[in-house]
């Protein structure tokens, strides 16, 4: 399989590592509240267009390793995705929005992104095994991935 996918007229192989976190870096993204993340996530990139290559949600952050098609841009798809799941997190788990320091957002202002080259499997490995203190294989470290 090629790393490069393809549109109409355009061959590409762009691939992002984004990490974001919730209002306050507060630890609320585990059990029920991370598995409906994960799959809000995942609908939603995917209706962009976008391959989701691994998704690995912390308690108090999110990695995210995607295919972004060129004629997407990065902060589109942030505003899809933060915007979408945060509604579809308050739906879902009501009494969070009910907290003070809440309000109507769920997610911090801005997120942190960086071209994927080169070294795509070592990252795509650091972000599958984040929050693991060794992968199977024993071949990536979170410490010496990035």
């Known amino acids: 399989m090629s790393r490069f996918s393809k549109l109409s007229h355009v061959i590409w192989p762009c691939q992002y590592h984004i990490i974001w976190v919730p209002k306050y870096r507060y630890r609320v993204l585990k059990d029920k509240v991370g598995y409906e993340m994960m799959k809000t996530i995942r609908v939603y ?3 962009l267009g976008c ?3 691994e998704l690995n949600v912390q ?5 995210f390793l995607v295919k972004v098609p ?7 798809l942030m505003g899809v995705v933060k915007g979408k799941s945060a509604i579809q997190v308050f739906k879902q788990f009501p009494y969070l929005k ?4 809440w309000g109507n ?5 801005g997120y942190c992104v960086d071209t994927v080259g080169v070294n795509a499997e070592m990252i795509r490995k650091y972000v599958k095994y984040q929050g693991n203190y060794s992968p199977p294989n024993g071949s990536i470290s979170p ?3 990035i």
């Open 70 to 76: 060129p004629k997407v841009s990065i902060s589109k």
């Open 45 to 47: 990139a995917q209706r």
């Open 105 to 109: 957002h769920f997610w911090a202002k």
């Open 98 to 101: 009910k907290k003070p320091y």
């Open 59 to 63: 308690p108090d952050h999110v990695h």
């Open 51 to 53: 391959e989701v290559v």
């Open 143 to 145: 410490a010496s991935a």
